[in-house]
């Protein structure tokens, strides 16, 4: 037996309740009960849930992220964004930008190479420049020199008209004191992202050797012609060599292949540095060759055949029957340069070319039978024959490609 | 040593008034009965059968059981003295009317944690009925245990055929032994006789509430809610 724990009366061992004083004798437990959660409280805490759901993926894809390109390419959000230094036909690796420079003593001489920011849809090569770019709030470029050098001057890129496949660009300029930059592109997105690319670009110092009349035979063709062997034997090929030519006729030609050379002509007042016989540039490594001041007066025959590219400054042309002709691989730009009684002035006849220049500027076409005879232009960029004069031609544009030609700032007299 | 049994029995003779006889049948007994000293009202059953179920609510208090004082068995007999639950059994107030659809709902959540409650003891009512349900203020209350059983696992079938024709489910007549979901199908039966006043076989109550009475009153119990945690959310 065992008393109540209230009244102390004897009770059965076993006894919950004790009938004398009402009094339970081992206290129940209150019984946890299941909550219903009310399909209102559902609905709220669902909602509420929902929110918070929709705030954290909302926040989540609103937080800026940065994406930062192991190299000049990067994919985001279904496009393909690359940095090219070289533009589009420099598509496969290595991506590092390379190019060379001479040396100079002159502070305001200096070198310019567009970084261009490209971009393509879903890897596809579908053009998506103009579209990507009204995506970005602003973008810029810096350049990180190495090792102690020189950095490049950048500037923030643009839109440019001249690259319009690119969907920005900036020039980078750099001189030989630059050796190797790291340039970045860093793209603020409208939307807060930002993208991150780099490129490393490096400049090489080019060996410049310079050949003066008074120190090197060259007053005729056979001096002229010798001295070319001699170089070919005797300088490195990457170097560039200028030759400064004395104002004489070179009753002969030359043939130039795999070398950059710039010729320099010269007047004395009355003699002008001429060529007489067809001069011939091909190469098999992408070199330019450059005339400045010189005359090509021929009887017949091609003036200029260009096999690579060959730029002509203040030159004049006449008595040829194709006074320039710019064949496969080459593009001739010609700037206030005169084409004058020849068969053909100047005659385009490229499928491809490194170079591209659209130019014209300041360029005569006087008397010739045709102009200019556009037969095959590489790529599809309208000429522009700005301050050109076309005058006394039998026709002054024979246009057998089709490429657009711009005489808006032409004179056809 | 004196049984809790007859201690029980003999000092509801001493200590006890009878007020007024609740029940009385062959088997079973109820009484409505007034503390001497107090003046307090309990309920006062005698049973054939088992007080397991009563002994397990001794342990635990729940707005929707009465409280359970003393529970004692002897014999094949069962004596409990319970808290009296003041009011009106739900039989008496669909004698009126039938309920809204909320003021159902209400009753049969409530009748969801008391069954919580029961079923965690591992008992099942088995007789679930408007008569065994009284509404204490907003609060409806589970009573009489007389028929409830404690779940054996192993056991073909109940051992005996116990529970109200029409509110019972059919595994309680032999099909299976009777576990939660015997009582699910009982409430599912309630609540279509307080939204409509019949069985839901002769009409069943309309909309979602219609539905969940459909699955609460499956035949085979595992096509019922799972529990009564299952249906009170459900509801």
Known sequence: ?413 | MTSVYDFLTAQIETEFLTEKQLRHTQRSSVLLLRHKTSGKPYVFRTFEGSAEVYRKLLQVRCPYLPWVYEAAQQDGRAAVLEEFIQGDTLQDLLTAANFSQEQAKAVIEDLCRALWVLHGLGAVHRDIKPQNIILRGKDAVLIDFDASRVTKKGSETDTRVLGTAGFAAPEQFGMSQTDGRADIYSLGVLLNVMLTGSHPSKKLAAGRLGRIIQKCTMIDPKSRYRSVLHLLEDL
């Open chain 1, 1 to 413: 037996m065992k008393t109540c724990i209230r009244c102390g009366k004897p009770l059965p061992d076993d006894a919950s309740f004790c009938p004398y004083c009402e009094t339970v004798q081992t206290e129940p437990k209150d019984a946890e009960l299941p909550k219903k959660w009310r399909k209102k409280t559902v609905t709220i805490l669902g909602i509420v849930l929902l929110i918070a759901l929709t705030a954290a993926i909302g926040y989540g894809l609103r937080q800026p992220k940065t994406i930062e390109a192991d190299g000049p390419e990067l994919d985001y959000k279904g496009y393909h964004v690359m940095i090219r230094l070289n533009g589009l036909k420099d598509l496969e690796p290595p991506y590092e930008g390379e190019a060379s420079a001479e040396k100079t003593n002159n502070a305001n001489a200096g070198y310019a190479v567009p970084s261009r920011l490209f971009v393509f849809k879903d890897n596809d090569m579908v053009n998506a420049g103009e579209e990507f770019a009204a995506l970005i709030d602003h973008a810029s470029v810096t350049a990180a020199p190495r090792d102690g050098a020189n950095a490049m001057e950048t500037h923030d890129p643009v839109y440019d008209e001249v690259f319009p496949d690119a969907a920005l660009a900036s020039n980078v300029f750099y001189d030989t004191t630059c050796g190797t930059n790291d340039l970045t592109w860093t793209i603020a997105m409208k939307n807060g992202d930002t993208l991150v690319l780099n490129q490393a670009f490096t400049v090489h110092e080019l060996v410049v050797v310079s050949y003066y009349p008074e120190d090197v035979p060259m007053q005729t063709i056979e001096e002229l012609q010798a001295l070319l062997g001699r170089i070919d034997a005797e300088i490195d090929p990457a170097a560039v060599v200028n030759l400064y030519l004395p104002p004489v006729v070179y009753e002969g030609g030359i043939h130039i292949a795999d070398r950059t050379y710039t010729f320099y002509g010269s007047s004395d007042g009355t003699v002008n540095t001429t060529f007489t016989q067809p001069v011939t540039v091909n190469a098999e490594q992408p070199t330019y060759t450059d005339f400045f001041g010189v005359n090509f007066d021929g009887n017949g025959g091609t003036g200029i055949h260009a096999g690579r590219s060959v730029n002509c400054y203040d030159c004049e042309f006449s008595g040829w029957d194709t006074a320039l002709l710019a064949g496969d691989g080459s593009w001739a730009a010609v700037h206030n340069c005169v084409f004058q009684d020849n068969g053909i002035g100047y005659q385009f006849n490229s499928g491809s070319s490194k170079l591209v220049s659209t130019n014209f500027d300041g360029t005569q076409f006087l008397r010739n039978g045709i102009g200019l005879h556009l037969l095959r232009v590489p790529g599809d960029k309208p000429l522009q024959m700005n301050g050109c004069v076309f005058e006394g031609n039998g026709t002054d544009i024979q246009n057998d490609c089709g490429i657009s030609v711009d005489l808006s700032e032409a004179e056809m007299r």
